[in-house]
């Protein structure tokens, strides 16, 4: 299972690359000149350094070569920095703020559905699956902009942004929370209401203990199986929405610097990150789905079954 996992996780991982590199070799547009005039020999010269004179095919088979060494190329906008110094900068400080996040979504949601399976079609549960509904329906930049007027500039509670202190973090963590709290705060629920409904659950009420102690007890540990699997899409949300969270609050982490090269139509610094982010994820998605192997036995046993 490990070994077939892995095979498909490389797979899925050089498609990426090879998908990312022809895209963006075929999106119209020049880094080099932009709205600028540029003499033709000064143009020839930097194709030449940046090998963007040779055929496409080489490109790409010199670009595989690279990453094979660790090289994802070097900017074109930040004269010629390269695209790993910017990942080992940036990456820290997103990855910081998606561990804070996910830290708060998951007990946060987890709570929340089962407070509101326990308190079904109760007023407690209208209220929990109301307040996950409008976490959905707020992008997270607007969210982000909200919490800025009202913690930082009306009620100057906490700093309207930059990167230095616990206290900065604490705005793009909420506005990146929001999203999968509720996510999983409804996963939970929908999971619990079915757990609850169990024959042993009614056993356990017969015997007389309290319902939240069933369900944190005894019903938890098979409800939180899904919401595991989801750790892996929860990630990659949280990841994505950092892109635009980290631009409002001014954060100089990697969704900073995607949008910064996208701007700047940097080919090897979008590629680069683009193919760093997609192997990250795929890699956690991995773990996830090993984990869950790991903790329901009853996967296990129909995959031995199987084979």
Same mark, same amino acid.
């Given at each position: 299972?490990?070994?077939?996992?892995?095979?498909?996780?490389?797979?899925? @991982?050089?498609?990426?690359?090879?998908?990312?590199?022809?895209?963006?070799?075929?999106?119209?547009?020049?880094?080099?000149?932009?709205?600028?005039?540029?003499?033709?020999?000064?143009?020839?010269? %930097?194709?030449?350094?940046?090998?963007?004179?040779?055929?496409?095919?080489?490109?790409? %088979?010199?670009?595989?070569?690279?990453?094979?060494?660790?090289?994802?190329?070097?900017?074109?906008?930040?004269? !010629?920095?390269?695209?790993?110094?910017?990942?080992?900068?940036?990456?820290?400080?997103?990855?910081?703020?998606?561990?804070?996040? %996910?830290?708060?979504?998951?007990?946060?949601?987890?709570?929340?559905?089962?407070?509101?399976? +326990?308190?079904?079609?109760?007023?407690?549960?209208?209220?929990?699956?109301?307040?996950?509904?409008?976490?959905?329906?707020?992008?997270?930049?607007?969210?982000?902009?909200?919490?800025?007027?009202?913690?930082?500039?009306?009620?100057?509670?906490?700093?309207?942004?930059?990167?230095?202190?616990?206290?900065?973090?604490?705005?793009?963590?909420?506005?990146?929370?929001?999203?999968?709290?509720?996510? @999983?705060?409804?996963?939970?629920?929908?999971?619990?209401?079915?757990?609850?409904?169990?024959?042993?659950?009614?056993?356990? +009420?017969?015997?007389?203990?309290?319902?939240?102690?069933?369900?944190?007890?005894? !019903?938890?540990?098979?409800?939180?199986?899904?919401?595991?699997?989801?750790?892996?899409?929860?990630?990659?949300?949280?990841?994505? !929405?950092?892109?635009?969270?980290?631009?409002?609050?001014?954060?100089?982490?990697?969704?900073?610097?995607?949008?910064?090269?996208?701007?700047?139509?940097?080919?090897?610094?979008?590629?680069? %990150?683009?193919?760093?982010?997609?192997?990250?994820?795929?890699?956690?998605?991995?773990?996830?789905?090993?984990?869950?192997?790991?903790?329901?036995?009853?996967?296990?046993?129909?995959?031995?079954?199987?084979?």
């Amino acid at each position: 299972m490990f070994v077939k996992k892995f095979i498909i996780l490389l797979f899925s @991982i050089w498609v990426v690359i090879t998908g990312t590199f022809f895209l963006m070799h075929a999106v119209p547009g020049d880094p080099f000149i932009g709205d600028r005039i540029i003499p033709e020999e000064i143009l020839r010269s %930097l194709y030449s350094c940046y090998g963007l004179d040779q055929p496409i095919g080489i490109q790409y %088979l010199t670009y595989l070569k690279g990453i094979l060494t660790g090289n994802l190329g070097v900017s074109i906008v930040y004269h !010629g920095r390269p695209v790993t110094q910017f990942i080992a900068e940036g990456f820290p400080i997103s990855a910081l703020l998606g561990l804070q996040a %996910l830290i708060l979504a998951l007990p946060l949601g987890i709570l929340l559905g089962t407070w509101a399976a +326990i308190k079904r079609a109760q007023w407690q549960d209208h209220v929990a699956m109301l307040l996950s509904t409008l976490l959905v329906s707020v992008p997270n930049f607007v969210l982000a902009s909200l919490l800025q007027y009202f913690f930082a500039m009306k009620f100057h509670l906490l700093p309207v942004a930059r990167w230095g202190t616990f206290e900065h973090t604490i705005l793009p963590t909420l506005a990146l929370a929001a999203l999968p709290t509720a996510f @999983i705060a409804r996963l939970t629920r929908s999971n619990m209401v079915e757990v609850l409904g169990q024959d042993y659950i009614y056993t356990a +009420i017969a015997k007389g203990l309290p319902l939240f102690r069933i369900a944190i007890y005894h !019903g938890l540990r098979n409800a939180i199986l899904p919401v595991i699997s989801y750790l892996g899409p929860v990630m990659t949300s949280i990841l994505t !929405g950092s892109f635009m969270v980290e631009k409002i609050f001014a954060i100089p982490g990697l969704g900073q610097w995607m949008i910064h090269s996208i701007h700047g139509r940097d080919y090897p610094m979008i590629i680069g %990150l683009a193919i760093f982010f997609s192997a990250f994820l795929m890699v956690a998605m991995f773990l996830v789905d090993l984990a869950y192997a790991l903790l329901d036995p009853r996967i296990r046993t129909a995959r031995v079954a199987h084979e």
